[in-house]
């Protein structure tokens, strides 16, 4: 016990900001400008914000445009108080990707994503960002399974490495992220579609000791996940106990088994599920920023509906906090954690470091009572464990 509560940095996604409100069915609902976005936002606790290249400037601007663009926007941020956090090459909206990007059959589009990408790492750098995030909404397919998919992957992996490493050979202090979608846009976007899947893809393709620490896994919680019935907070516990979690995680809501809803946090997502996404960060003293990568719903269509929707997400992360901090304090919570938890493990904890497995493997039979004995441990205690956190979230813990 004795573990405390960092209260997190928050971001957001410029694109949320100034997202039209359209779908596929429907126009655009709201005309909010990046300007005015950026100044509804400097009046609230989110004091970080992200781009898209294309966000800012058409893809095929002058150069001359978009070092005006930079500076604008480098000025205004300042002006309302706000850091540029992440910056991220959008390899998805351009016509010319609709093959994949990096991971394209097609070497002119493979060349048009390098290109792409090592200039959002050249701008990622000019706006002082933190990290330039990866995500490969069309690194797959639309259901053809066109090309073998050990090779789209490595394809992918191989983008990814060439814009990693020019940003190295350049100098810049960039760490790279890669967020993980289970499919959306492309049907099957499933290169490195799980957290799980794009950690193992980057400890394989970025072994190198150069590469240390340099690429990890941005998740988005629990949109990218539940939308397939996934569960993030497994997820997040191999990310952090491996070392692939980035400094920020993608935070909204959610309605499970749809396709990403982006809708504001805890808006149709399951509140213990959150809950347990802020302990396990807080648990093992995570220290990161939250980035809200959501929006207001379409029918909220108001510069006040969307400063609205800013406070209550910070709101929402907020109260998680309060309850993390509550579990955290619970002496109860303490006893059932002790008797789950309990760091000491002197019947299998020191197996794999004795010099030899095979006779303590020896010893563990000679003490073993059978399978009945081991039955009639007192597993009650999950339960128990299941009702405190669920009263401490409904505050009815007495
Ligand atoms: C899609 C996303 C993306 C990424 C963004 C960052 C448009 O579901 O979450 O947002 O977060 O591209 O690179
Ligand atoms: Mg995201």
């Not at 399978?371 to 409904?394: H, K």
Request: proline letters at 5%.
């Amino acid at each position: 016990m004795g573990k405390s509560v960092t209260p997190a940095g928050f971001s957001i996604g410029g694109w949320c900001g100034i997202n039209p409100g359209g779908d596929p069915f429907g126009e655009a609902v709201r005309n909010i400008g990046t300007d005015e976005f950026l100044d509804v936002l400097g009046k609230t606790a989110i004091k970080r914000v992200s781009f898209h290249d294309r966000d800012l400037w058409p893809d095929d601007a002058a150069p001359g445009l978009v070092t005006e663009v930079i500076g604008h926007t480098k000025q205004h941020c300042s002006k309302a108080g706000l850091e540029i956090y992440n910056f991220t090459s959008n390899n998805f909206s351009n016509p010319c990707f609709r093959s994949g990007a990096f991971s394209s059959p097609f070497p002119q589009v493979r060349a048009a994503a390098i290109v792409k990408g090592c200039n959002a790492v050249d701008h990622a750098n000019e706006f002082g960002a933190k990290h330039v995030i990866w995500w490969g909404g069309r690194e797959g397919s639309d259901g053809a399974y066109e090309q073998d998919p050990g090779l789209g992957l490595a394809r992918y992996m191989q983008g990814l490495k060439i814009c990693v490493r020019y940003g190295v050979e350049k100098g810049y202090k960039l760490i790279h992220t890669v967020e993980p979608k289970v499919y959306e846009p492309r049907l099957l976007a499933l290169y490195a579609g799980t957290g799980a899947s794009a950690a193992s893809a980057i400890r394989h393709h970025f072994s190198e000791p150069a590469f240390a620490g340099k690429v990890l896994v941005n998740p988005e919680y629990p949109q990218h996940v539940m939308m397939l019935n996934l569960d993030p907070v497994f997820e997040l516990g191999q990310l952090m106990e491996e070392g692939m979690l980035a400094p920020f995680i993608h935070f909204g809501g959610q309605i499970a088994g749809r396709m990403d809803c982006d809708l504001p946090p805890g808006f149709g997502s399951n509140v213990y599920t959150d809950f347990m996404i802020v302990l396990t960060l807080n648990r093992r003293g995570w220290k990161g920023v939250v980035e809200f990568d959501c929006r207001p719903p379409r029918t909220t269509t108001s510069v006040q509906g969307l400063s609205g929707f800013l406070n209550a997400a910070v709101g929402y992360w907020r109260m998680l906090e309060d309850k993390v901090a509550a579990y955290f304090a619970d002496a109860k919570i303490a006893e059932l954690e002790g008797a789950l938890m309990a760091a000491e493990d002197s019947t299998v904890g020191g197996l794999l470091t004795a010099s030899s497995v095979t006779k303590g493997v020896g010893q563990l039979r000679a003490n073993f009572k059978g399978f009945a004995a081991a039955a009639e441990v007192n597993t009650d205690v999950i339960e128990a464990y299941q009702r405190r956190v669920m009263s401490i979230i409904t505050g009815t813990a007495k």
